[in-house]
């Protein structure tokens, strides 16, 4: 019996020290996307500044528009 705890206290011991190299080496080989996020931050600014400016185009035209129709009917 005490055989048998002892080859299981090795195996937990084995197993634990694999799980502690696995997590260890994941995180070595961990990729560094910095460049992906950096562009993805471009590239939603550069959205936003077109979506404020359509809103903003969209408005003006709209006011105009209102502004002539009034003064078409006057």
Request: zero cysteines.
């Amino acid at each position: 019996m005490k055989n048998l705890k002892n080859i299981l206290a090795t195996k937990r011991a084995k197993a634990g020290l694999f799980a502690t190299s696995v997590l260890g080496s994941a995180s070595a080989f961990a990729a560094d996307h910095t460049a992906a996020i950096d562009a993805a931050v471009a590239d939603g600014t550069t959205n936003y500044t077109a979506i404020t400016t359509g809103v903003i185009l969209v408005a003006a035209v709209g006011f105009a528009i209102g502004m002539i129709v009034s003064k078409l009917r006057n």
